[in-house]
Every structure is written in structure tokens, then in C-alpha cells.
T-cell receptor, first 111, second 110 residues
Framework: IAGITQAPTSQILAAGRRMTLRCTQD?????MYWYRQDLGLGLRLIHY???????GKGEVPDGYSVSRANTDDFPLTLASAVPSQTSVYFC??????????FGPGTRLTVL | GQNIDQPTEMTATEGAIVQINCTYQ??????LFWYQQHAGEAPTFLSY????GLEEKGRFSSFLSRSKGYSYLLLKELQMKDSASYLC???????????FGAGTTVTVRA
């Protein structure tokens, strides 16, 4: 692994289903983030984690949950997907200077 | 909270210069980032300003005025590959989270 990876690359999901988006980094960054990107709205922060074992809510947390059991992994779960959660999801981690590194993104469609 | 404004679109000719402005109103400010994002790809880091003034990095420069809540990204000697979205992001002083503007789509024409 080099940098930050996300899985799956894309997914089509039926409304009401549970879904976990995976994110892994190998840079030993303490801070990690989940953003969603929608046309005309830019990147909006869903949840973040400043260090392993802690998480916090961002700008648009409703309908999403995260966990941070270790430094490398930061999964995002949609407990019961709704069509408004159709979006491109980016995971990111940041170094001590605050510079963020983004994963390649997951394109999620909820029908 | 953070309120970050930047123009939606800009068009320029190959070889020209384009300046993308970003204004912000924040509850706390630590620094300002600029990211580049090509269509269908992830954002990538361009520049970081903490202090007032100009930071130059090759064809790209970024300016910050903390007192005015203002930054700009200057792209010189435009190339076709510079066609992308440019994102202004503010780092909060309380929580170090990044808040992004909606992005400016720059189209470079031959």
C-alpha cells in the first residue's frame, strides 16, 4: 500500500441497505477525514478523527458513523442508505503540518 | 463555522495568467490551502499559506491576507493540463479541520 486507499471504487446500493466504505493509510498520520463531494457544493466534512480511538462530527454527519480502532483504518458506515447519500466519498489523512492527502474516492449510487 | 467563497468558473487562454480569488469568514483560522482536482480524480495539494504574503512555487503562487480574510491562487503560463477545479480550504484554529469552498473550475483554451 502506498499512501491512502479506498474500497470499493464504486457501488450501486438499494435504499435501506447497510454499507461500509473502507479507507486505509500507511503514512502513520494521526488525523483522518471523510468528505462527500456533490456538484456545486464542494467537499463537505462528514466525520473526522484526530487520533486512534477518537472521532468527531463534521458538517454533515447524519446517517453516517465511523470508527477508528487503529491508526491506519477509518471505515465509514451508512446504516440505512437513502438516495440523498448518492455522492462521491473521499477519505483523507493529514500530516502534522495539516497537509491533507486524499484517497481516490468511492462513487456511491443509492437507488 | 466557516464561510468560504470563490468564483464558480473561469476561462483563460493557453499561455495566459489567471487569478482565482477566495474570501473567507471563519470562527478560527490557522492557515489556508489550495488544492487542484482534475475531473474524476482526487484533490491534490498545491500550496499552504499561514502568514501574510506571497508563496511562489513554479508557475503557481498563492497569496494570503489574514486581516482581510482573502487569498488568491495565481496560475501563470497556463497549459491545457491546468484545466481543473481549484479548491480553497481553510484550516480551523480550534480543531485543525479543513473546510472547503465549492471550487473554481478553470478551463484553458488553445
Amino acid at each position: 500500500i502506498a499512501g491512502i486507499t479506498q474500497a470499493p471504487t464504486s457501488q450501486i446500493l438499494a435504499a435501506g441497505r447497510r454499507m461500509t466504505l473502507r479507507c486505509t493509510q500507511d503514512m502513520r498520520h494521526n488525523a483522518m477525514y471523510w468528505y462527500r463531494q456533490d456538484l456545486g457544493l464542494g467537499l463537505r466534512l462528514i466525520h473526522y478523527s484526530n487520533t486512534a480511538g477518537t472521532t468527531g462530527k463534521g458538517e454533515v454527519p447524519d446517517g453516517y458513523s465511523v470508527s477508528r480502532a487503529n491508526t491506519d483504518d477509518f471505515p465509514l458506515t451508512l446504516a440505512s442508505a437513502v438516495p440523498s447519500q448518492t455522492s462521491v466519498y473521499f477519505c483523507a489523512s493529514s500530516d502534522d503540518a495539516g497537509k491533507a492527502f486524499f484517497g481516490p474516492g468511492t462513487r456511491l449510487t443509492v437507488l | 463555522g466557516q464561510n468560504i467563497d470563490q468564483p464558480t468558473e473561469m476561462t483563460a487562454t493557453e499561455g495566459a495568467i489567471v487569478q482565482i480569488n477566495c474570501t473567507y469568514q471563519t470562527s478560527g483560522f490557522n492557515g489556508l490551502f489550495w488544492y487542484q482536482q482534475h475531473a474524476g480524480e482526487a484533490p491534490t495539494f498545491l500550496s499552504y499559506n499561514v502568514l501574510d504574503g506571497l508563496e511562489e512555487k513554479g508557475r503557481f503562487s498563492s497569496f494570503l491576507s489574514r486581516s482581510k480574510g482573502y487569498s488568491y491562487l495565481l496560475l501563470k503560463e497556463l497549459q491545457m493540463k491546468d484545466s481543473a477545479s481549484y479548491l480553497c480550504a481553510v484550516e480551523g484554529s480550534n480543531d485543525y479541520k479543513l473546510s472547503f469552498g465549492a471550487g473554481t473550475t478553470v478551463t484553458v483554451r488553445a
